[in-house]
Structures are given as structure tokens and as C-alpha cells.
């Protein structure tokens, strides 16, 4: 069976526009300055990835909030910021009812157009994104847009923001020549209000390069990837989780281009970096381990690719909970490792508990539900159960087809390897029929297009503005 279903390969979308809103300190009294106490400790918790402390004191926040009047901008902030702490730790469904009360309250005291409506719309179309609700995001993001268009005018970095999120949720809906306009109408904003070399630019940028380098465009792809690094390098320092993120990329690019040794520099110079600033035991450090993890395997040092998945599997564990979608990548990451160990008991335990996290989580109709189901089906075939990965990558298969369309590449690799199985199976002719839709969808991709990699939103991101 193919190799695109190896979910191994994490490169970072940087997402400015996830509002994390902090209020300064101003002169308060009484409960008014446990809250703005708590609230500054839950933000520095945040940033260094503590978020069970984190947890605690944006509780304590909420709680002194919830004495505020209803009106008081207060209480909508600390849902938010709560709302995105969840959010981050993939607890998807306590966020959601953050997010939907922050909106309900200032759509009540501040309009149903005001610019902080739009940010929190902002917020709950993110949350859909990551749990794959496409339907559910693409309204609020373009509600969000339209109120920030009304607000600031057609030319905004706030709209820019905007721009950029909604282009993530393109991309992995598979439409990349509308992620391609969106982001380049951002960029083009952001270019003619900010500079060339502003930070924000430099974001646009690495978004538009990954665009690229998915479609193949790997010449496009580097000349913006070299762009977004210099300016970042420049504007906030060599030492910087979006410069990491910048080299993160340019490594993914290497990466495609068989160039591994520059590959390997580039990686190890973002976790480097990551290490420094944030500590060894924060998530973004865990995403940096997975991604040299996965050019090891590639190299050929399967020993030194299980020793990076396990400690970025520990790492997500303490840091994000059992039952967070990145644990469940790593441990997809690893079963892979097992199976070609021929470990297949273990590996196939492994698949089994990612998949089960991933349904729960994400849903049953989540694209990396799709993944899930196609590795486990892999196992399976490998062991000569047919009758048990045909199912599986049925429903794989429904699952593409529904979030990517019917014409997406991935879907043309799924029917592959559904053929394969029929063929054991002795069905030739619907074998055949499945190989020539494929052949068809691959002829009408994009020459080298990237099937196998997955671009990871929660990646080496800014949480700022």
C-alpha cells in the first residue's frame, strides 16, 4: 500500500489572527485587581506552555468576572482567553461554549457589527477549522470579514488577519488556488499599510509559501520562504518561535526537494530555537521533535526517528492531556515505526488508540479520522486481513470525499490501495474500475503535488496578534 498516509510530517501555518486578549494593568480595587492579577498569570503560564497553572488562574479570573456587571468588557475577555487556552489544549468542546457566550455578550452590549464581535467570530471559526466543521467555520469567517470591512475598509490589517485565517481553512479543504488569493490579498494589504519588512508580511509570506510547496511549486515556494526568514531574522530577532517556524518550513521544502542534509540544519536549528526560548517540555518543542524525527526516518535512522517520537510523545502527554490530536499524531507517528519493525500487535494498539482520540475529539468525519482509518487498514493488509481493511478504507474513502471533494489527490491514493485489497480479494474488475478513477484524479493534479504532508495549524504559530 502507499506511503502518503504516514501522518509524520508536521510544518507550521503561522496564525496571528487567534485572538489571546490580556487586559494591561490599570489602577483597580477590591476583586478588580485579583482579576487583573490572575489574568496576567494565566497569560505568562500560557506562554511558557504551563497550562494546568494556566488553567488555575484564568479560572480564578473567571470567577472574580463572573461579580462584574454582564456589560463589563471584562467578563467576555476572560471567557475568550479561557475559551483559547482550551482551545489550544484541544479541548474543543469546553471551548465552544467560551467562545459562544464571549459572542453572545458583545453582540448584546456592543452591536452586532462591532470589532470585537468580529475577533470573536474569528475565535469560534478557528475552533470549528481544527475540529474540521468547514461548513460551520466558513459562514463566521466570512461574518467576521464582512464586519471588518465595514469597520476598517477593504485595505486593513485587521482584515488582512482575517484574510489569512480563512485561507487555512481553504487549505485544508484542499481549494488551494482560492487559499492562494486569499493570501495573497492579505500579503498585498499588509505590504502596502505595514512595509515589505514588518512581521506580519513575513507571516503572509510563510503561509503562501507552504501553498506552494504543497502544489509543487517549489521555486515560488523558496523565493517566499527565504523572504519570510530574512524578515523575520530581522524584525523579531534570530531567537523567535516564527523564525522557528520560517526555518520549520524552509526545512519541509528540503524536505520535498530530497535535500536532507540542509533539511536536517534547518530542523535542528528551529528546535534549537524552541528549546531556548520556551523550555524542553512545551508543546512547540514537541512539534520541532517530531519534525526531525520524521528526516530521520527518511534518512534511513529509524532508531534515533523512535527516540525524537517518544520524547515528543511524553511531552505532549504531561503538557496537553491523553486525549489531545497531536498525542494521537505521535502515536500514529510511532505505530509506523512499529509496523515496519513488523511489531504489528504493537503498532496496530497504537493505531487503534489515535484513531479512537481523533473520532472523539475531532469527530467521526474529520479528515485525519481519514488517516486513521487508512493506517489502520494498512495493518491489517499487511496481515493478510482483508475482509478487515476493506471497511476501513470504504469509510476512509467517504470520509475524502465529503471534507476534500471527490477529485482531491488523497482520495486517488485511498482508491489505490482500496484496489489493491479488492485484488486480493479476487474482485479484478472493480480493482480496475477504482485504479482508472485514480489514474484520472492524479492526471488532473498539479505535477508533485504533496499528498503526504499535513500542514499542522497548532505548529510553531504565533498566539499574538
Not at 508580511?201 to 517566499?224: D, F, I, K
Not at 512545551?282 to 523512535?306: I, S, W
Not at 469527530?363 to 476501513?392: D, F, K, M, S, W
Request: proline share 4%.
Amino acid at each position: 500500500m502507499t506511503a502518503h498516509h504516514r501522518k509524520f510530517h508536521k510544518t507550521g501555518w503561522i496564525l496571528p489572527g487567534v485572538f489571546f486578549l490580556v487586559f494591561h494593568p490599570r489602577p483597580a480595587a477590591g476583586d478588580e485587581v485579583g482579576w487583573q492579577q490572575d489574568m496576567n498569570a494565566g497569560a505568562k503560564y500560557k506562554k511558557e506552555g504551563k497550562y494546568s497553572e494556566a488553567e488555575r488562574a484564568y479560572l480564578g479570573a473567571f470567577k472574580e468576572a463572573e461579580h462584574f456587571p454582564e456589560k463589563d468588557p471584562r467578563l467576555s475577555m476572560t471567557l475568550n482567553n479561557l475559551g483559547f487556552l482550551y482551545y489550544d489544549q484541544g479541548r474543543y468542546s469546553e471551548a465552544e461554549p467560551l467562545y459562544i457566550r464571549a459572542l453572545n455578550l458583545r453582540e448584546r452590549f456592543l452591536g452586532p457589527e462591532h470589532p470585537e464581535v468580529a475577533s470573536t467570530l474569528n475565535n469560534l471559526a478557528e475552533l470549528y477549522r481544527a475540529q474540521g466543521y468547514y461548513a460551520k467555520a466558513e459562514p463566521i469567517y466570512l461574518r467576521a470579514l464582512a464586519i471588518r470591512e465595514k469597520v476598517y475598509g477593504l485595505a486593513h490589517p485587521e482584515v488582512a488577519m482575517v484574510l489569512n485565517n480563512f485561507a487555512g481553512l481553504r487549505y485544508e479543504q484542499g481549494k488551494y488556488d482560492q487559499a492562494d488569493q486569499l493570501l495573497r490579498r492579505g500579503l498585498s494589504i499588509r505590504e502596502e499599510l505595514l512595509g515589505r519588512e514588518h512581521p506580519d508580511v513575513a507571516r503572509s509570506l510563510n503561509n503562501l509559501a507552504e501553498v506552494c510547496r504543497t502544489q509543487g511549486r517549489y521555486a515560488e515556494a523558496e523565493q517566499l520562504c527565504r523572504r519570510a526568514l530574512s524578515t523575520l531574522e530581522k524584525t523579531v530577532g534570530l531567537d523567535h518561535p516564527d523564525t522557528a517556524a520560517a526555518l520549520n518550513n524552509l526545512a519541509s521544502l528540503r524536505v520535498n526537494q530530497g535535500r536532507y542534509g540542509e533539511a536536517e540544519r534547518f530542523y535542528r536549528r528551529a528546535l534549537t530555537i524552541l528549546e531556548k526560548l520556551l523550555g524542553p517540555a512545551h508543546p512547540a518543542v514537541a512539534t520541532g521533535l517530531n519534525n526531525l524525527a520524521t528526516l530521520r526516518y527518511q534518512q534511513g535512522n529509524d532508531d534515533e526517528a523512535k527516540r525524537l517520537h517518544q520524547r515528543a510523545l511524553a511531552i505532549r502527554e504531561k503538557a496537553l492531556g491523553p486525549a489531545h490530536p497531536e498525542v494521537a499524531s505521535s502515536l500514529n507517528n510511532l505505530a509506523i515505526l512499529y509496523r515496519l519493525e513488523k511489531r504489528y500487535a504493537e503498532a496496530e494498539a497504537l493505531y487503534r488508540r489515535a484513531l479512537a482520540i481523533w473520532e472523539k475529539v475531532l469527530g467521526p468525519e474529520h479528515r485525519e479520522v481519514a488517516t486513521g482509518l487508512n493506517n489502520l487498514a494498512e495493518i491489517c493488509y499487511q496481515q493478510g486481513r482483508y475482509q478487515e481493511a476493506g471497511p476501513l478504507l470504504q469509510r476512509s474513502l467517504a470520509i475524502k470525499e465529503r471534507v476534500l471533494g471527490s477529485d482531491d489527490p488523497s482520495v486517488a491514493e485511498t482508491l489505490k490501495d482500496y484496489a489493491l485489497v479488492l485484488r486480493k480479494m479476487k474482485q479484478k474488475a472493480e480493482a480496475c474500475s477504482l485504479e482508472a478513477r485514480a489514474r484520472d484524479i492524479l492526471t488532473r493534479c498539479a505535477p508533485g503535488f504533496q499528498t503526504q504532508h499535513t500542514v499542522d495549524i497548532r505548529a510553531l504559530r504565533s498566539t499574538g496578534k
